[in-house]
């Protein structure tokens, strides 16, 4: 069996955002603690408009990439209380059940703790319309922790690694 690869999806208009960042602390944390490796990472803003482009090679390749991976971190700033549009119009290319088999941990990145249920609220349910399994509870960052994210990231890795070692991550 090979290692388990972590590929990640960043909905951040924002080219290495802090979105960015904190999207990669999950992923490299998470791959050490279940034996993985990291593998794609997607920055949306590097794709622009492109993302609504139904002809656009360079996103299909990326919508790819992401559905081979076993772990799908999909991290997005919070704006207006859920995820970017960007990330939702990216996550409609795909149809269900597209990220079939996919292991999911939905991030979202915000300035306020009012708006933290939002990765569990909205960012969730897409993921699993999208056959995406999500076997633990979302990771919402705020702003002001990013610099203590190695420790934020532990604390909720902490609850989260057992249920994400018990989901059957597909061969």
Known sequence: MTAPVVGVVVGNPRQA????????????QLAVSIGGKVGPLVELADHGPAVLDPDSADVRVDMASLSAVDVLVVASPTYKATYTGLL???????????????????????????????????????????????????????????????????????GAVTALRAVRIRD
């Open 17 to 28: 955002s802090r979105t960015t960042k904190v999207a990669m602390a999950v992923a490299e």
């Open 88 to 158: 939702k119009a990216f996550l409609d290319r795909y149809g269900p059940p597209a990220l079939d088999g996919v292991v999911a941990v939905p991030v979202m990145v915000g300035g306020a703790p009012a708006h933290a249920m939002a990765v569990e609220v909205h960012l969730r349910p897409l993921l699993v319309e999208l056959g995406a399994v999500v076997p633990t509870r979302g990771l919402y960052v705020l702003e002001s922790d990013i610099d203590r994210l190695t420790a934020v990231v532990a604390d909720w890795l902490t």
